[in-house]
């Protein structure tokens, strides 16, 4: 089993930047992502970025050239620097760990909150 601890929500206004950590229990073993997605009021859950183990990234579309997702390993950690932050952002920013085997395992972090006023 793997919790998922994130910090570094807040509010901030338009323009702003947010950093999101997010630290995960023990070490992720094997092929894995860890990433962060997103969900405002009324609104599904959404991706915001991923990064695979492989080493590649991926982000949505709204969040390109805005976003950085980073991960260190050695702190079975992973980041999200968020600049030029639009009300738009403003959700709740979930901390996501699938892990690839047999089956996927999928782990979530308890939500931060994210607000960016105009």
């Known amino acids: 089993q793997v919790q998922l601890v994130e910090s570094g929500g807040g509010s901030v206004q338009a323009g702003g930047s947010l950093r999101l950590s997010c630290a995960a229990s023990r070490r992720i073993s094997g092929p894995n992502e860890m990433g962060w997605y997103r969900q405002a009021p009324g609104k599904q859950r959404e991706l915001v970025a991923v990064?695979?183990?492989?080493?590649?990234?991926n982000y949505a579309d709204s969040v390109k050239g805005r976003f950085t997702i980073s991960r260190d390993n050695a702190k079975n950690a992973v980041y999200l620097q968020m600049n030029s932050l639009k009300p738009e952002d403003t959700a709740v920013y979930y901390c996501n760990v699938e892990v690839f085997s047999l089956w996927t395992t999928t782990y979530w972090g308890q939500g931060t909150q994210v607000t960016v006023s105009s």
């Open positions: 990064d695979n183990s492989g080493g590649s990234t």
